[in-house]
């Protein structure tokens, strides 16, 4: 926390440096306009709000300037969604507003005059009316931008790049300002890849586990947009100290009936999506389905290992080669509806059933072990599986009120996740060949309430505040077989590797926090959460570990200041925490490679993390950049610790005892001019890493720098095509025993529309000139030295059509409130790596 203060001086130096300083010269009221109006320097400005009959939000709307004097479009712009909008830099000249949206009647307002004396015409709330008429198609001319800065997150529209068509959701974070995913789809935030994902606002039981298996169940096709909220406020959950990923699924909200087909194959995977969505008057009904299959998917392996005595003598040294092939099967499904009583009370609700399948193989898996005893090889077949079924079960109530953003919402969610994680070790080419098989089954089951209130206190200020209690039940029952020979498996004894594990944790948090718009353009942001923690854990039998309870105060600050030419500086200060997740808690043994087990730790108790960001934006229609310097202190961290069992097996845990400091700095801005729109960011952290332990046969500290940057192009050839092209670079990763190397990626595609804009069909290829990647990672201590090549085949080429057919009228529906469980540390796909990616 020290080290956190006093880097405060360096991001208020540099705040200095960012915010520009500009002469003023007065301005004049326009003439003949009795609406609200503030000048402005330099451009006119008008904006206003979008509402329905109803006094409900019109998200997206479309905004047009057109002259006044032969109705030729100026500018334009997309309402937010809360039907927000705004036009500025408007030239000399008289103008109208023209604002449509799909199912309603086109509303025009003016004229307006600009004299060049910076006024700003503010209309307040405009209602647009509904259409009877029916859309035989539904064809939305503005688009949004790809990534847009809003006050409190980063978003990523994704339903604007077709790179990622045929892919999951790791494919689309690698797009995702500030994200970094590595080849085997582990995530990191700024460096830090304990980070909480959201699918829809809602936490889900299947990113407790393996976040890298999660992504892949989750098809790109299938996602609207992703949100990055680095600094979040008191109203979501105290976890993810590196940040909050929410991933907003596509829907359906539009009167009318849809049908929609989204389909592509391709040389290593293949996918099938089916949506259906009807909404008449007060009810929506959706109805929606998508399976993926992955196939062709071959690689190798090659480690080694060498092992020491604490003296620093060489006790073994072992080398290990194996080809592999993989495959996976996923299906996400989905079920909602929602009715509206009127326009105080709305209810909704759904369900999602998700099913997982992975399988590896390793055949003829080469192990060569040399030490005292002499050297030896061992050929082994290999297949380790993971398969899963998750079901989340969701329903809400919004209570409205005639004061305009006063609610009252009562949100529940019941979420399930049944996973199976197998290995199987057969020994080949021996006379009395030994077989090995670990069989664990785990469940976790998460029940939430929550019950929040939110009270605007006039036009530039809100108060919001909200309980919630968290109750999960965790269960891992784990069993060791082996046999010799042809004999038939039988138990291995032993607590240590036959067992069952229970743990229940429940999670009370009660929250305040305010918005205010001050003088001189500034908006703060300030809230405090608490959360108080219960935990019971205990083996088959066996008496209640000994793990207490906590208590957690958790402030947030969040500052804005508007400045002149669309420029907005921003700073924000949050304290989070880090519940370790079933990944780093579960006590089976994992022995895939016996030379290299980890098993998990009960006892680990939660990290914290400070974080102060401050950033700086401009944005305007063709052109945006921001640039962002950010300090991170970590406290209690979790890491892993290695030891020698014997003179070749190495055996890794968790404990809470390492701190983490980074410092980093992140840019991204994108420029559309004509047909071709280009954007590109950079994330660079210089990171320091310690374990705090004296022993020096244990003590460990890294440090580096490391850094991403990512490009995407788009060229539109004409009306009906469009090619895209996308590009990613990681540098060297530092780890706290060793490194990671870096790597890249890249995929192009080209799209063509059909001409009733109702699907497309398209060519995709990822990796076409190196279709091999090497994935390699070093972890060196007194003890050990391992180094670790994954060689990939990332070569693709796909084919992708999507049609929809269906008739569309009348009135998006109410948003829907969330669930944000925000409160488990996630964790890499590979807990053998150490370092960075146990965080």
């Given amino acids: 926390m020290k080290k956190l203060i006093k880097s405060v001086t360096f991001l208020i130096i540099l705040s200095g440096t960012l915010s520009p300083v500009y002469s003023q010269r007065p301005s004049g009221p326009p003439s003949g306009y009795q609406g609200k109006k503030a000048p402005e ?9 979008v509402l329905d009959s109803d006094k409900e939000p019109v998200p997206y709307a479309t ?9 030729k479009l100026i500018n334009g712009t997309i309402a937010d969604d809360d039907g927000k909008w705004v036009i500025k830099n408007i030239p000399e000249g008289d ?13 025009t307002k003016g004229p307006f005059t600009i004299t060049g004396k910076g006024e700003s015409y503010n209309l307040d709330n405009i209602v647009i009316t509904s259409s009877a008429t029916e859309l035989e198609q539904v064809v939305v001319e503005g688009e949004r931008e790809l990534i847009e800065d809003k006050v409190d997150r980063i978003v990523y529209n994704a339903e604007q790049d077709n790179t990622t068509a045929g892919g999951d959701a790791s494919d689309v974070l690698r797009r995702v300002p500030l994200l970094s995913v590595d080849l085997e789809g582990n995530v990191s935030l700024r460096g830090s890849s304990n980070i909480t994902v959201l699918i829809d606002g809602k936490p889900s039981t299947i990113t407790a586990g393996n976040l890298a298996d999660a992504l892949k169940q ?44 989204n389909t592509g194959v391709g040389y290593r995977g293949s996918n099938l999506g089916l949506n259906a969505g009807y909404r008449t008057g007060k009810l929506g009904l959706s109805l929606g389905g998508n399976g993926y299959a992955g196939y062709n998917i071959i690689g190798s392996l090659d480690n080694s ?9 060489e006790l073994s040294q072992t080398n290990q080669f194996a080809e592999t092939v993989s495959s996976r099967i996923s299906g996400r499904y989905n079920f909602g509806w929602d009715y509206t009583f009127n326009k105080y009370h709305f209810v909704g609700g759904g369900v999602n059933y998700r099913i997982f399948d992975s399988r590896n193989d390793q055949d003829d898996r080469i192990t060569e072990l040399i030490d005292n005893s002499g050297s030896r090889s061992i050929a082994e ?6 398969n899963s079924n998750s079901v989340d079960l969701n329903f809400n109530y919004i209570r409205s009120f005639e004061k305009k953003g006063k609610e009252i919402s009562l949100i529940s969610l019941y979420s399930q996740d049944n996973r199976n994680n197998d290995f199987t070790i057969d020994e080949v080419n021996e006379t009395n060949p030994i077989g090995t098989k670990n069989e664990n089954r785990s469940i976790n089951k998460e029940f939430t309430i929550q019950l929040d209130y939110v009270e605007p206190m006039g036009d530039k200020a809100k108060f919001e505040t909200g309980v919630k209690n968290i109750s999960r039940t965790v269960s891992s029952d784990f069993l060791l077989l082996r046999r010799e020979g042809s004999d038939p498996y039988s138990e291995v004894a032993g607590a240590s590797v036959n067992n069952s594990f229970r743990y229940v944790q429940n999670v009370s948090a009660g929250f305040v926090s305010g918005l205010m718009e001050l003088p001189s353009n500034y908006t703060v942001q300030a809230g405090v959460r608490y959360e108080y923690t219960t935990i019971r854990a205990n083996f088959a039998g066996g008496e209640d570990l000994q793990i207490g309870d906590y208590g957690s105060f958790v402030p947030s600050l969040n500052m804005s200041k508007k400045l002149k030419n669309n420029l907005t500086l921003k700073l924000g200060y949050s304290r989070r925490l880090a519940r370790p997740s079933l990944q780093f808690l579960n006590p089976n043994i994992n022995a895939a490679n016996p030379l290299n087990i980890s098993q998990g730790n009960p006892d680990l108790l939660p990290e914290f993390t400070d974080q102060i960001e401050i950033s700086l934006s401009k944005f305007k229609r063709t052109f945006s950049l921001n640039v962002s310097a950010f300090v991170r202190s970590t406290n209690g961290s979790i890491q892993s610790v290695r030891e020698t069992i014997g003179q070749d097996t190495v055996y890794t845990s968790f404990q809470n005892i390492g701190e983490e400091d980074a410092y980093g700095i992140n840019a991204f801005g994108s420029i559309r001019k004509g047909k071709v729109t280009f954007n590109g960011g950079i994330d660079a952290f210089y990171s320091v890493l310690t374990n705090n332990i004296d022993d020096p046969i244990f003590n460990a500290e890294n440090e580096g720098f490391v850094f991403n940057t990512r490009v995407f192009g788009s060229y539109k050839l004409s009306e009906m095509w469009t090619i895209q092209l996308f590009g990613f670079y990681r540098s060297s990763r530092v780890q706290l025993q060793g490194f990671s190397n870096p790597f890249y990626i890249y995929s192009l595609s080209i799209n063509r529309n059909f001409k009733n804009k109702k699907g497309s069909i398209g060519l995709g290829a990822n990796n076409f000139l190196n279709p091999r990647s090497n994935l390699e990672s070093e972890v060196t201590t007194p003890l050990l030295v391992q180094r670790s090549t994954r ?33 488990l540390k996630q964790g890499s796909s590979n807990n053998n790596d150490g370092g960075e990616d146990s965080r």
């Fill in 41 to 49: 320097v330099g451009y006119g400005k008008i904006s206003g709000v």
């Fill in 63 to 71: 905004v047009r300037l057109l002259s006044a004097k032969d109705g």
């Fill in 95 to 107: 103008f109208t507003i023209d604002i449509s949206f799909i199912g309603y009647e086109t509303i």
């Fill in 218 to 261: 989750i098809p790109a096709d299938e996602i609207k947009s992703v949100e990055v909220i680095t600094s979040p406020s008191a109203r979501y959950d105290a976890e993810g100290t590196g940040g909050i990923i929410n991933i907003i699924t596509k829907k359906n909200n539009l009167q009318g009936g849809t049908l929609s087909i």
């Fill in 305 to 313: 290992q060498i092992v020491r005595d604490t003296d620093g003598t």
């Fill in 381 to 386: 077949d290999v297949f380790t599986l993971t």
């Fill in 791 to 823: 060689e990939l085949q990332l070569l693709n080429f796909r084919i992708n059509f999507s049609y929809r057919i269906g008739k569309l009228t009348q009135r998006a529906s109410k948003k829907v409130k969330k669930v944000s469980n925000d409160d």
